[in-house]
């Protein structure tokens, strides 16, 4: 045998040996990815169940909100004009002039018989309603409660209740205009007088039988009607006259005006 044979011969069975092997490795490594393949499929179903009890529940997201906060730089400002407080010189002063200057002067006991007299002075020369006026049922209480003989209740007794007989004539006390005549449901047949100065009086329980109307001009000391028994609040007192008298609306004691002409 030659050599240039045997060396083709043994060429030619060593290229046969390399590509079956070459085959082999390829079947080998189609099987080897085919195994894997698999495996992975089987740990892709196995692993959703093992990890069910690790799955956290969250809250859902709202895909739809709008009012989130956006976040913006903050912004640096820069005063451009200097703010700077007044400079205080001089504290101003007012000196008040001693003509503006009024004192309240402490109250004395004298006080209310000073009112009275200024009282007395504007309604000058006023009269007694009626002739006797020595005996007087209740007095006014300036305010304070006193308990009604009548009704038992307790309220202020706003004028001074003189007592008469039945029938006995009442007088105005100082010139004025008849400002209205009722027949008042507790007070009775009632007048009234304006004396056009600030001072109104009023005559109540009345008779029926009056000499006056409202609108009359009346002057001190003229008739205005009688005594009678018509004021049911107080109908537990003995027949008398129940006289108020008003200054600027706030009632004052009628007595003391007439005690001290």
Known sequence: MKKNELTDKYYGKGSKGFYAALVISAVMIGAACLFAHKQGDRISQVKPSTEKNNIVHEAPVDRHVTNIP??????????????????????????????????????????????????????????????????????????????????????????????????TEIYVI??????????????????????????????????????????????????????GETADIESNIAPHLHIELTQNGQFIDPISIINMQ
């Open 70 to 167: 956006k976040t913006t730089a903050s912004h640096a400002y820069t005063a451009t004009t200097a703010i700077t407080a007044p400079r205080i010189t001089e504290i101003p002063s007012h000196t008040m002039p001693a003509a503006e200057i009024t004192v309240n002067a402490p109250f004395s006991e004298n006080s209310f018989e000073e009112q009275v007299q200024t009282v007395a002075a504007d309604l000058s020369g006023a009269v007694a309603p009626l002739a006797d006026m020595s005996s007087v049922l209740v007095d006014f209480s300036n305010g304070e409660l006193v308990k009604n003989a009548t009704t038992g209740t307790w309220q202020t007794h706003n004028g001074t209740d003189i007592a008469a007989e039945v029938g």
């Open 174 to 227: 100082a010139d004025g205009e008849v400002k209205n005549v009722i027949n008042d449901p507790l007070w009775g047949v009632s007048v009234t007088v304006d004396h056009n100065n600030g001072y109104i009086s009023k005559y109540c329980g009345l008779g029926a039988d009056l000499a006056v109307q409202q609108g009359d001009k009346v002057e001190r000391g003229s008739l205005i009607g009688c005594v």
